[in-house]
């Protein structure tokens, strides 16, 4: 952008108390558990859905996520235009909804690869939502606190979702818990593991739709919704420009998008290298991938009370400090090793992805509104999830050692973002040399 340099900072020097650390309103811890239910549901049903196609002997197991993320990329133009045309609240009882749709699915022994393709359209639809609230809702001041809740909440989700997904599917659970049967109701699944297992994730999805009945209305000006998809596209492409053409927007949108890709493959990964590494079974090892949250949880909640916007892009050496620590898991084979490694892995990265996700929307929300902007982002960030998960997928399929990959991975993420500081001194050096060349013309 030509009018970046005058522009990047407005807003970020505003100062952050400590007493904001603590006083946030009601409306958000409303927000903060619609997002806490509906993400319990997808990690749970991830498990869940991974069980299902190992109960098949499917052997495109990785391509879940990708089927997952693949509505993030193509209604990318779309979804940001509809969040911002109505109620925030609206969108996501709409795309829960939708989730649940995509759950009954499962339940009556649709593929489960088309059946979390359409969680994945509802999660789509609810992410601009979930995320462009906080812009609308809160002070700019309060957006790396209220990121570091909603990280280190879903994180939770996620430890308690891949761990209830892997209790779900132990089958005396299920027939312990049943206490008549739910064979008459003429379900394509026949057992009782999913059948247990698929109530409780719909039961999740429901609670998170009532919490969505009572967030707040912003009250923000709704943009009109296009009917022409054109023009959508459109929109969506000048967005996707403007952002990328952002000195700060480019380097936050860079980080987010190399996390989110990271973060998905190294959920396959974990669960392969533990039953490689530690001889963990599937429901194990879904528990071991909760670790690995519970460090994000932990690196999300320290960025949240120390880090501000202003210092938010000094983090990035943390992601390449990252990729070196995912490569000791190669010399791990003790489970209470593994836990630890783990815990730091994910710790590194809760603590710099909160402030980048939140100079993010920072930004966006000044660029092009909350909507937008997030889409924009959900776009690059389920794009590298696609690309990267493939690449495992492809790396699989090729009978490529599970070391081999956890040594490509980790060599990749230190590389990556490597290149993303050099990039971000590059464009300080340059902006520092224009206000040089204004004090030189002023004088």
Known sequence: MADASSQEFRGINAPQTKKSWISMPLG??????????????????????????????????PLLKSFFVVSYVVLAPFVGAFADSMPKWRVMFVSNTIK??????????????????????????????KYGILTEY???????????????LTVGAIILGV?????????????????????????????????????????FYIVASIFNLYVPDT????????????????EFTHCLTRLWRDRLGQISLAVTTLFWGVGATLQFIVIKWAEVALGLNLSASSMLQGVVAIGVALGAVAAARFMTLKKSVKVIPLGIGMGIVVLLMNFVHHTWLSVTLLIVIGALSGFFVVPMNALLQHRGHILMGAGHSIAVQNFNENLSILLMTGMYYL??????????????????VSASMLLVKRWHEANQRERDDLSRLDDTLAH
């Not at 779900?168 to 247990?196: C, M, N, Q």
């Not at 009250?219 to 459109?234: A, D, F, H, S, T």
């Not at 790396?395 to 990749?412: D, E, K």
Request: charged share 10%; proline share 4%; with cysteine.
């Open 163 to 203: 761990v209830i997904g892997g209790m779900l599917i132990k089958p005396d659970f299920a027939y312990h818990f049943l206490a008549f049967d739910f064979s008459s109701i003429a379900a394509g699944i026949d057992t009782a593991v999913y059948e247990v297992a698929l109530c409780f994730v719909s039961a």
């Open 100 to 129: 649940i749709v995509g759950c009954a699915m499962m339940f009556f022994a649709v593929d489960p690869l088309i059946a979390y393709a359409v969680v994945g359209l509802g999660a789509a639809a609810y992410s601009p939502a």
């Open 28 to 61: 958000f811890y409303i927000i903060m558990a619609a997002q806490f239910f509906s993400a319990l549901a997808d990690n749970a049903l991830l498990i869940i859905a991974i069980a299902a196609l190992r109960a098949m002997d499917a052997t495109y197991e």
């Open 395 to 412: 790396m699989v399929m090729a009978g490529l050692s599970i070391y081999w990959v956890i040594s490509l991975f980790g060599i990749f």
């Open 219 to 234: 009250g923000v000006e709704r943009k009109p919704l296009y009917k022409n998809p054109w023009c959508l596209i459109g």
């Open 138 to 152: 809160l002070p700019h001041r309060l957006l790396v606190i209220a990121n570091g809740w909603i990280e280190g």
